[in-house]
């Protein structure tokens, strides 16, 4: 690293606000995206850092009355992101790739989407 720093620190705030929006935006849950679509998505992208972190998220925006449903989660064995995803939401089609959410009807609602329909194969 060079003492010289070129770059005004006011472009390097305007990069960093940047930043958050799109990262803002790529954390939103969709409209009707489930719990379990979410956290796929969330925790392909970003990892788990060990907590509810993802949860937590979907919950505020999307169940913001499912106050108890990180301690629900952990009791079905999902004490962070991904065991919620491995212990609560093991039912997934054997795929390569994300699917595209077939998004939750009901709001407030945490039980995934039915992926069925979407499955190509018998
Ligand atoms: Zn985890
Ligand atoms: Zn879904």
């Not at 990069?15 to 379990?36: F, I, N, Y």
């Not at 065991?83 to 089609?93: G, K, S």
Request: glycine share 8%.
């Amino acid at each position: 690293m060079t003492q010289d720093r070129k770059t005004p620190q006011g472009i390097a705030d305007a990069v960093q606000a940047e930043l958050v929006e799109l990262s803002e935006l790529m954390t939103e849950p969709g409209e009707r995206e489930c719990l379990r679509c979410y956290l796929l998505r969330m925790i392909n992208e970003f990892g788990c850092d060990g907590a509810h972190r993802w949860t937590i998220r979907w919950r505020d925006r999307r169940a913001p009355r499912a106050r108890g449903l990180p301690r629900r989660l952990a009791q079905l064995g999902g004490c962070c992101d991904c065991e919620v995803m491995l212990n609560v939401f093991p039912q997934y089609p054997e795929t390569d790739r994300l699917l595209p959410c077939a998004g939750q009807p009901q709001p407030g609602s945490a039980a995934p989407c039915n992926l069925r329909p979407l499955r190509r194969t018998a």
